[in-house]
């Protein structure tokens, strides 16, 4: 069956405060009061850091990003969100699409504004930054459609450009990465036509294995507060009436496993875009429930059920 997540956050603000207060209850269980403490303390310092110091050194940066994005930057309605565009001179070119990064969380296109204009500079033809809906406005299917709405909006403006000029380059950073990543899953696996590809795609310091970075993250004490763990849950969840999530049903609703190197299967991959809604929540959820032993690498340990991290969810 499906059921919502009833405690989806209504902003950023309120999913990180609540995340604050289960970290620190979390270490207070496990290493006392003194614990419980010390992780106040180091995840004000961070908060701190995120919110005041760090930006104040990048003012500069800021007014000359926006300067530019005023004079040169048209937002382009696409789908849901839509496409700050950036045009060059140089009809020869490639069109790059870059989607940013920001724990699928922060992040705005305004400030790859410097960014365009280095790969205009570079030969770019056109350079679109993606704008796509963050947590919690979105989860990570509609962060995904919103993607698949830019490269479609890409191909059909690049169908007037010169034979010789249709290149076009998807480029993500981040989560924007493993977003982009999960799009070419879906087109693959999808059997949607090759027009629906990018010639090109980069891969900037991509997060792409999530179970193992939530096991790391819990390293950093941000595990609870990281947008990531439950826009990969996403607004609905599957589950069966001992509240986990059935293999049968992920490889029922989720697509057909496929075969790795080592023999076995892979975890199944999701269907068609116009198959079953939430294809990758169905999956990652899956992934999230993994036991992650890595005390030799320092990523310390942690065991999380689909229905322990849905349990917390609907808190």
Not at 16 to 32: H, I, L, M, N, Q
Not at 129 to 146: A, K
Not at 272 to 280: I, L, M, N, Q, T
Request: charged share 20%.
């Amino acid at each position: 069956m499906s059921t919502s997540i009833r405690g989806w956050p209504s902003s950023l603000t309120s999913h990180v405060s609540r995340g604050v207060v289960r970290a620190v209850r979390e270490s207070a269980s496990t290493d006392g009061l003194r614990g419980g403490a010390a992780t106040a303390a180091t995840l004000a310092g961070m908060i701190a850091n995120e919110l005041l110091i760090f930006p104040l050194g990048k003012v500069g940066f800021a007014a000359r990003a926006t300067r530019y994005r005023r004079h040169h930057c048209t937002l382009v309605p696409v789908g849901e969100a839509g496409v700050e565009v950036y045009d060059g001179g140089d009809l020869d070119g490639p069109l790059v699409l870059f989607v940013h990064g920001g724990s699928w969380g922060q992040g705005a296109p305004w400030q790859y504004a410097l960014l365009a204009r280095r790969l205009l500079e570079s030969g770019a033809s056109r350079v679109g930054i993606v704008r796509y809906r963050l947590f919690p406005e979105g989860d990570v299917d509609s962060m995904v459609d919103d993607v698949a709405a830019a490269i479609s909006w890409a191909h059909k403006v690049r169908g007037d450009a010169p034979a010789h000029a249709n290149e076009i380059v998807v480029a993500g950073h981040s989560a924007g990465a493993h977003l982009c990543s999960l799009y070419l899953s879906r087109a693959l696996v999808g059997r949607r036509e090759a027009g629906l590809l990018p010639n090109r795609f980069v891969a900037l310091s991509g997060v792409f294995d999530i179970a193992p970075h939530f096991a790391h993250e819990r390293t950093r004490l941000v595990h609870w507060l990281s947008p990531m763990w439950l826009a990969m849950l996403g607004r609905r969840a599957r589950t069966d009436d001992s509240g986990r999530q059935p293999a049968s049903t992920l490889a029922s609703d989720a697509g057909t496993a496929v075969p790795n190197t080592e023999g076995g299967s892979s975890p199944p991959l999701p269907p068609d875009p116009e198959g079953a809604s939430a294809p990758f929540c169905l999956n990652l959820l899956a992934d999230l429930a993994y036991e992650a032993t890595r005390g030799a690498e320092g990523w310390g340990e942690g065991k999380w059920s689909a229905s322990e991290l849905q349990a917390w969810a609907e808190v």
